[in-house]
């Protein structure tokens, strides 16, 4: 079945905690994404990558880091989270090209409660 | 402004209704546009793509005017299981295939 999964799919933490939330695919797609929802706001893009080794920065890049050292994963990590990084997070992928962006699947979410 | 702006609703409607929504974008160089759904909580998943010559699935209708930049869909027959939030997406002017989401408007289906 192709999925996109995030892990861990809740959670709650600390201020300054390091966290690492992980985001897999099983359809071999280059391009993943990273974004976040708050009420309000919309789902924002975090990160994106085109192909293992090749991240940009999105519109909310700060605080965040991201990394592709194999084409199915592409975790996100805080390395200092901060209470406004309070989110629903999202991890998207798809093929590369227009067309590609009609099959764009997205994780299931990872609720994030920083205190 | 926002680059894609939507009434966020809720949108009431009894089963059987016809509902609209309406979505504005302001990057006139965006060359595709596509609505999700949303349920609560979980993931947006792909309801249609918008095209020039409009698309419609079923009983889902979409719709683009690109001289008033905006879009619009459009359900017939309302189901309850209709009842989630449609975000409507535009392809952004920067960043390679980024996507532009709207805030999302809320539709409830009652019997």
């Known amino acids: 079945e192709a999925q996109v999964t995030q892990n861990p799919r809740y959670l709650i933490t600390v201020t300054g905690k390091k966290l690492t939330v992980t985001c897999s695919q099983n359809m071999n797609h280059e391009y993943m994404s990273w974004y976040r929802q708050d009420p309000g706001l919309g789902l924002r893009q975090i990160y994106y990558s085109m192909n293992v080794e090749v991240t940009d920065k999105g519109d909310v890049p700060e605080g965040y880091k991201v990394s592709r050292k194999e084409k199915r994963n592409f975790p996100l990590i805080l390395e200092s989270p901060s209470p406004n990084q309070t989110s629903l997070y999202f991890c998207?992928?798809?093929?590369?090209?227009?067309?590609?962006?009609?099959?764009?699947?997205f994780g299931p979410g990872t609720r994030l409660l920083v205190l | 402004r926002k680059e894609v702006e939507q009434d966020p609703g809720p949108f009431n409607v009894p089963e059987g209704a016809t509902v609209a929504f309406n979505c504005t974008y302001s990057n006139s160089a965006s060359q595709s546009f596509f609505w999700y759904r949303q349920d609560c909580r979980k993931e947006p998943k792909l309801l249609m793509s918008v095209y020039s010559s409009g698309n419609e699935d079923g009983r889902f209708t979409a719709q683009l005017n690109r001289a008033s930049q905006y879009i619009s869909l459009l359900i017939r027959d309302s189901k309850l299981s209709d009842s989630a939030t449609y975000l409507c997406?535009?392809?952004?002017?920067?960043?390679?295939?980024?996507?532009?989401f709207g805030t999302g408007t809320r539709l409830l289906v009652s019997p």
């Open positions: 997406v535009a392809l952004g002017n920067t960043g390679f295939q980024k996507l532009v």
């Open positions: 998207a992928s798809s093929p590369i090209g227009l067309a590609g962006l009609e099959t764009q699947y």
